[in-house]
């Protein structure tokens, strides 16, 4: 059961509750996120809500059975927008395409991929300067002054930066730069960092883990809107399987089943849910007309010469093509829809 | 190595040929289709196959480095079409529904659900006569008297069948009723159906494994083209992993890989492929943008009434929204393509 | 719900039973099996099994709530023996190795191998006639005439023989052949043959589907069992999984899964298992302390000579070695089990 | 290629030696760790590794082909032994059992359980105090104080103590009173955790990824070693297959592919990797025939109000006869095997 309150309600008012809470055994849980305060109760025997409903303090009260409470769509069955200003917004109804390197490499690099980005009308760049690499002996980025250097170039177009988060530490001094913090696929269960994301006020995009479940990565999620943080953003990247003929095995069922169990939006990232160049295209539409508000892709002048993943980077006339072919189904599918 | 011969070479011409392989060591296995004659020749040294493809009796010759020869797309670039007949045609640039029950249940059924794919302009009907069931307690379906029963009501409205065949010994009996075979997703790599399918000339449509690789599935394809028969198609329809909030993995991916690496058309089971009801419809445009030449999927007037896979058969009204959905990306998204 | 009847029981005394379950709306499927007759009761409402207990015709009676019926071990908890006659017997409490090569080649190959199992002691010779291969080019096996020979040297030595068999035609002229039909993981749900093998009053080892769950071997088991031969047992032979350090996922848990759930003999396939010729020792003895009942390995004088399976055949040496161990273990270790 | 330095070679005798690498256009990465100093190289052309072999600060060179290289057995032989001080030693050749219940609950728990302990004759107990659970909403552990008085508990008994740590701001805290640090299945691929865990002196034992491949475990050592850190431990405990008749499947393959990869100790973790009571047993004696070097289980003298993992608890009954079983199979298999 999820109790949305007041802002404001009085002491005594917010005693009526308690009150009511304790005298049926409902242990709960206490959150403040940005903009709401909601008590999460784990209800173990059978309760009349309406009870609670009528209370003053309470602006709304509702049984839900999910493992995950918060970012269920039992309970707020109205899409979540996320606003990162200047009118860009990822919401459902609309597709947001997301572009640019795997890792930040260079300022000349930069500058081209923003200049791409701006002759397609692509208002948020991806860019990684925190790798995680399999190998300690493998390229980890630039650090914090790549991201400064992104930062300079982006916000000269008015582009906004999602770049992946790797450790707690590191939140703060990203913090000024980055409009997206991302989780990637081996931190989507590392609870430490999701908590510390839950205390800050920035959206961020939480990527299912590599074998994760559907119900670990809304858990996950959950564990960091329970912290504070409702500016939350899924993200479905393949799943690892026994098949080699690409590299990880796009969940398209997981579009709809995501946005059939929550109300936040579903990103799809098919460089890394085929990671093969020449079929990104095609798994990108295939996402859209399943449903995903939005996909983020690789893109480099040169894919043979990126410092990584290559193989999954799609050549800039790749990208206008993509870019062409998701404006017309926009325009023609998803008005139909809705 | 795919040597084609013309079909009226002289004994002459052919000695000539067979000298040459003879003595430059190269195996050959002797592929006589309903339309054409080959050489698949195991090459295992350096050769110029220029030398070959200059003798009279020589239609073509291609190099194919898969494991698979003949259903490659390395040698034979144009797709494949299955004509049916009666202007029925499976082939690229285009998508083709097929829609029925799971299981043919009676003659009352089948006279409905034949009733609302003509409403709707669908040309082929699917409905299950041998059913593989894990337990051998579960219903296993009406049989030969089924399909004829079947037969009688499609041909009144010129509508073809497909279904499924479980064993050589059915293929005699069933193939005056029948206009696609199905091979169902646990005979994939049953080797003696293969063999047997190969040796009639009757379309066959082969699905992916439960666990199934596609390089096996091309592999098993290449069963029945090397017996005899080239009328195949692929068909995608979920893999088994980890995940439990849905039926099987829709392997979007293995769409287009497909389509790459063989020139065979390939449909979507999305029934089986999600195996949830109000999904089915996201999942089979997806496939459509995604490369498909056309999808099957399973309805029922009264889903949750039918003998099998309920949780999976659309209603009527499901499907006709699909069908509509369907067309309108025929007709504005696969036009832009071609 | 599972009934055991007297095998001469008279019609009065049967119509008694018949007459209570049709009143209580049972339906039944009537089952005779080489030693036994049963009928195994679809019960879906409260029932009290003891009215039919104190009939005359009923020898026995179980609830049984797993999927599968005659082969749980909620009914029968007496593990089943196999027995081949001359002394030969697959029980719990033993393990029975058996051996041979992936195919067979030659007379001189078969001799050779005859030669060592009796060295070692070994009674069981495992060969494949007929061998399922992912491609239509690979070497499919000797047939039925290679068996009749193996049959000649093993018969001279005492020896029994398994050997898979791939489709219903098969049977017949094989049986004379053979001891123990195996049925492979690719037919594991090829449910004609399984009926077909149901017929027969020979020994079948089932293995696990290559990406089977356990509930479905046991059901491919019931399937036999209930078309009327109850001599099978079970074989673990590996999953597919991501790795790829090795050939399959040897699932080590199958075993004491399998000996709780069912009465059958379960057999180790480390061979096929682990797939990697060095490692199979450590598995197969891995199996018996996991509390199998038996395994089955490869071996060849040469075994990077084998026409198949070369990498995970053992040498005589290795052969002799893991013979070795496995007699310290049964000695040891199994006499303090039990 | 590895390059081990002697401790005190002078500085004219090392630049011998990057003279000779630069000269060969060699990059390297230079490591000190407790006891050793190497360079790890990274060698693009043929070259002759006799060259540095002669050099006076070269202790040690060997060629490398793995993608991970100091914890490759291609270069250290003989096994590493991981010495806990007062004579408990995890190493090749013996099988070290570590028990204790999943969650530290209480000081009352702890006095039970270490009982238990002393009176098998067990020298390291593990105990969670930082849970990772995937609801926010579950027990998270009692921190830091729960670990001080295990601590307490465990050093009156000359116990050694195993316990998970989740985040690097945790390390230093829990030094004092933790004799090997812990990095869960979640945590295999944090690699900033591994950083860290490398740049202290004490053991680690890190666990296979949910669904990691052998290599990605093998990697993720290389991290800890890498960073300065050579007493590590490899962990199998299970992966994430489409088999629901249990938790985890046990990767008992794993076991010997890890033996013969790497030099390291690989313990097995039964109680995850099979996630039933009643078999861990098994479980953890085939680990031991596997070649295993031991085994960590959880236990608890009340399983079923255990607060978390209470299904895979071994009760004390169940533990001694492991226990029993354990010793007897190293007392008379393993000094069979040495």
Not at 192 to 204: C, F, H, Q, R, S
Request: glycine share 6%; charged share 25%.
């Amino acid at each position: 059961m999820i109790i949305q309150l007041h802002k404001n309600c009085t002491a005594k008012e917010r005693n009526a509750l308690d009150y009511l809470l304790v005298q049926n055994k409902i242990k709960t849980v206490e959150i403040n996120t940005q903009s709401n305060h909601y008590l999460v109760c784990i209800v173990t025997k059978e309760f009349d809500i309406r009870h609670i409903g009528n209370l003053a303090c309470v602006k709304d009260v509702h049984r839900v059975t999910d493992s995950y409470k918060l970012v269920s769509r039992q309970w707020k069955v109205n899409p979540t927008k996320i606003d990162l200003g200047d009118g860009v917004v990822i919401q459902e109804g609309d597709f947001t395409l997301m572009a640019g390197p795997c890792s930040i490499e260079s300022e000349a690099q930069v500058e081209r991929i923003v200049k791409e980005l701006v002759k397609n009308n692509i208002k948020i760049m991806r860019g990684g300067v925190y790798k995680p690499r399999s190998s300690p002996y493998s390229f980890r980025g630039l650090g914090i002054d790549g991201l400064k250097m992104l930062y300079a170039q982006c916000r000269a177009h008015s582009i906004k930066i999602i770049t992946e988060v790797m450790q707690v530490t590191q939140i703060r001094e990203m913090s000024d730069y980055v409009d997206i913090f991302q989780v990637g696929a081996r931190n989507t269960q590392n609870f430490n960092l999701l908590d510390a994301l839950g205390e800050i006020d920035k959206p961020v995009m939480i990527k299912r883990g590599i074998s994760g479940t559907i119900d670990e990565l809304l858990q996950s999620a959950e564990y960091i809107f329970s912290a504070g943080n409702e500016k939350l953003i899924l993200c479905e990247r393949g799943i690892r399987t026994f098949e080699n003929a690409y590299r990880n095995t796009f969940d398209i069922n997981a579009i709809p089943i995501l946005k059939e169990k929550s109300h936040l939006p579903v990103i799809a990232d098919p460089s890394h849910g085929i990671g093969i160049r020449k079929h990104v295209e095609k798994i990108t539409l295939a996402s859209l007309v399943a449903g995903a508000d939005g996909a983020i892709v690789e893109i480099h002048y040169e894919p043979e010469k990126a410092y990584s993943d290559g193989q999954q980077n799609l050549s800039f006339e790749e990208f206008r093509s993509l870019v062409k072919k998701v404006n017309v189904l926009v325009e023609l599918f998803l008005k139909m829809e809705s």
